[in-house]
């Protein structure tokens, strides 16, 4: 019986990668209902197909479902990833995301919650294959190789990509100063 | 796209994508080239903006309702160590069952003990077994710390579609020290922490049919008691004795 800890599970393998589950989804949809019922769907997808899931990469493999799901969910609802988030603040969350952390004065606070939003919206704005690139490089921290393998890209296609990406998110920035 | 063919090195460099001799020859070509430099200030500025506090996790009230849609579409898993939610099911519909056959105390009693021995689901002990030892992990033991029951009841409410009952044990000397949410049985449960000396114990409490009385089982030294009373299900798991654990379940089960 000791030997039988479950460790091959569903809640073992998959659900800890959760939040990055949900990460991608908020990026990739444009507001926090859409993203909901993407991770909803992805989640329940991932625990069927979880039976033949025999890879050593349980994140990305979850990854790739998410963002498939993401797609499979825009198409339907045609000219919806062509929307930008530009205004962050409808968000319901945003109300508990605005409250100030323990260890700031709330004026520090405030300023750091609105350069967040700032740089949220800049991302937003970006095309949504340069967008889904920059976020599992930058937030889910993938190499190239996971991300060409979750987006079913060449390699070279995600370094040309990030890259477009990143020029595109410093000239906003650079733009915004001016402004 | 890019002017200089090493701008995308440039990034890979920055992205640690990069082995020690390819990287060495990058920082030559660097050094006599402005379009990579400029390149790298620009990489280096789009990083910068890139914080951490950009991570979007799930908030908590989302990742309940994905929880529960899991655990709706669970489906019954073959096999003794992985079955879990199906075998439990119909486990407790034996026990509903039993109870209403109305037979005589002896005899319910007997079939009581022949239903019990086998009755415990592998999956399921295996399970609390596994939520008590990951909990011990320091800094997962609760989510609410507080001796007071009316603090720690109140904590679960609009965390749990459930009030699981909390009861002061301190006069029996199994001080509450808290509680947390935790995952079992394909759902979100609650966990009761009590501590009795230096040995800590987990109620883990959700809601069921039918009253069963403690049965007692034993995994990897850890002493597990299962019952069920007042439309809910009681696992307490420890390292304690299996006569304290019982004893503390005597008393949790006579307490107001």
Redesign the interface.
């Known amino acids: ?2 030997d ?3 460790s091959d ?3 073992a393998v998959v ?1 800890p990668h ?2 990055a ?3 991608l989804a ?2 990739l949809m444009r507001d926090a209902a859409s993203a ?1 019922d993407v ?2 769907e992805a ?2 997808r991932a ?1 069927t197909y979880f039976p033949s899931f025999k890879g050593v990469n349980p994140r990305g493999w979850l990854l790739q479902i998410v963002r498939n799901t993401a797609y499979a969910s825009m198409s339907l609802n045609r000219g919806v990833e062509l929307v930008p988030m530009t205004n962050a603040s409808d968000e319901p ?1 945003d109300a ?1 995301s605005r409250l100030p952390s323990s260890d700031d004065d709330p004026e520090t606070s405030l300023i ?1 919650t609105r350069e ?1 939003d700032r ?2 919206r ?2 937003a704005a970006l095309p949504i294959e340069l967008r889904e690139t ?1 976020v599992l ?3 889910e921290e993938l ?2 190789k996971e991300i060409a393998e979750v987006t079913r890209m060449p390699i070279g296609t995600v ?2 990509r ?2 477009r ?3 595109l ?2 000239q906003a ?2 733009r915004d100063e001016a402004a | ?2 002017d200089c063919d090493k ?2 090195l440039v ?2 460099e920055l ?1 640690g ?1 990069l082995g020690a001799a390819e990287a060495a020859a990058l920082a030559a070509h660097r050094a006599q080239c402005p379009i990579c430099e400029a390149a790298a200030a ?2 280096a ?3 910068a ?3 951490d ?7 908590e009230d ?2 309940r ?3 529960t ?2 655990a709706a ?3 019954p898993r073959p096999g ?3 079955a879990t939610s199906g075998s439990f099911g119909r486990w407790r519909g034996w026990w509903s069952n039993s109870a209403s056959f109305g037979l005589g105390a002896a005899c319910a009693a007997a079939l009581a003990f022949l239903l019990l021995v086998p009755a415990m689901p ?2 399921l002990t ?2 609390i ?2 939520g008590h030892v990951r909990a011990l992990q320091p800094g997962h033991l609760q989510d609410v710390a507080s001796e007071d029951r009316h603090t720690v009841k109140p904590w679960f409410d609009g965390r749990l579609d459930f009030a699981p009952p909390v009861k002061d044990l301190a006069a029996a000397h199994f001080p509450l020290t808290g509680g947390r949410l935790d ?1 079992l049985n394909g759902r979100p449960v609650a966990a009761l922490v009590y501590q009795r000396d230096k040995h800590v114990i987990d109620l883990f409490v959700w809601p069921a049919a039918g009253d069963t009385p403690p049965q007692t089982a034993e ?2 030294g850890y002493n597990i008691v299962h019952w069920s009373q007042g439309g809910m299900n009681f696992w307490a798991v420890s390292d304690l004795e299996v006569a304290q654990l019982e004893e503390f379940v005597a008393d949790w089960r006579n307490a107001p």
Do not use: C
């Open positions: 019986m000791a039988s800890l479950p599970t569903f809640e659900l959760l939040d589950a949900h990460n908020r990026w909901e991770l909803q989640m329940l625990l969350d508990v750091k967040r740089v949220r800049m991302i920059l490089r930058e937030l190499s190239y370094m040309s990030l890259w990406a990143r020029r998110l410093a920035a650079r | 796209m890019p701008v995308l990034q890979a992205d994508e620009e990489l500025q789009a990083r903006l890139m914080r506090d950009l991570y979007q996790p799930v908030p989302m990742r309702r994905v929880l849609a899991l579409a669970q489906p003794p160590p992985a592998p999956g295996e399970q077994v596994a995952y995994r990897q």
